[in-house]
C-alpha cells in the first residue's frame, strides 16, 4: 500500500512562493496519474493540479499561471511550486491519485497573510 507523506507548508505573505513535495512510498508511483489537492476551513477538498504518467500537467482556474505541478519517479515525488500567493490559497495541501485514491496522508498547511 502506498503511504504519502506532504511537506513543505509555511505561513508566507501574499505574493510569496513556496515549494510543497509529497514522498510516496511503495511500488508503482509512476504508474499513476497524482493531483495536489487542498481544503481550506469550512470548505470541501478541490483538485488544484494534476500530473499525468507522462507529465502533462492541469490546473485548476483559480491556480493557472501561479502553480507548477511536477514529478520525479525515480525519488517517487511530486512537487507543487506555488509562485503570486493569496490569502485565498491557505489551506492544507494533501497529494493522492486523482481517482481511486490512495490512504490520504496528513497534509501540510499553507497560510497566506500579512
Known amino acids: 500500500q502506498v503511504q504519502l507523506v506532504e511537506s513543505g507548508g509555511d505561513l508566507v505573505q501574499p505574493g510569496g512562493s513556496l515549494r510543497l513535495s509529497c514522498a510516496a512510498s511503495?511500488?508503482?508511483?509512476?504508474?499513476?496519474?497524482m493531483g495536489w489537492f487542498r481544503q481550506a476551513p469550512g470548505k470541501q477538498r478541490e483538485l488544484v493540479a494534476r500530473i499525468t504518467t507522462g507529465g502533462r500537467s492541469f490546473y485548476a482556474d483559480s491556480v493557472k499561471g501561479r502553480f507548477t505541478i511536477s514529478r520525479d519517479n525515480a525519488r517517487n515525488t511530486i512537487y507543487l511550486q506555488m509562485n503570486s500567493l493569496k490569502p485565498d490559497d491557505t489551506a492544507v495541501y494533501y497529494c493522492?491519485?486523482?481517482?481511486?485514491?490512495?490512504?490520504w496522508g496528513q497534509g501540510t498547511q499553507v497560510t497566506v497573510s500579512s
Open positions: 511503495g511500488r508503482g508511483f509512476d504508474a499513476y496519474d
Open positions: 493522492n491519485r486523482v481517482t481511486l485514491f490512495f490512504p
